[in-house]
């Protein structure tokens, strides 16, 4: 069992940054396939970045060339560097955990077992 808790979600004006981190329990975090989604009030939960145990990332289109997504192996902890951010970025994003065959970094939310309760992300502008 894993228990993801995310944090740093807040309001923000439009060109400004974030930083989303996701705490997780357990001793065998590195082990799993870490992702970040989002979803905006009325829409389907969308996926935004994705990073493999070997720390291959992965980005929707949208959000590439501006939000960057690491993990700290030591720490137990994901993060979502968000720059940049557009009124378009506003939604609650979740962090998820998935335990994928060779540790691969995968953009489907049904290969993630595990999901944070998420934390607001609010962009004006």
């Known amino acids: 069992q894993v228990q993801l808790v995310e944090s740093g979600g807040g309001l923000v004006q439009a060109g400004g940054s974030l930083r989303l981190s996701c705490a997780a329990s357990?001793?065998?975090?590195?082990?799993?396939?870490m992702g970040w989604f989002r979803q905006a009030p009325g829409k389907e939960r969308e996926f935004v970045a994705t990073i493999s145990t070997s720390s291959f990332q992965y980005y929707t289109d949208s959000v590439n060339g501006r939000f960057t997504i690491s993990r700290d192996n030591a720490k137990n902890t994901v993060y979502l560097q968000m720059n940049s951010l557009k009124p378009e970025d506003t939604a609650v994003y979740y962090c998820a955990a998935g335990s994928r065959p060779g540790g691969l970094a995968t953009s489907n939310k049904r290969n993630y077992d595990y999901w944070g309760q998420g934390t607001q992300v609010t962009v004006s502008s």
């Open positions: 357990g001793r065998i975090f590195s082990s799993y396939t």
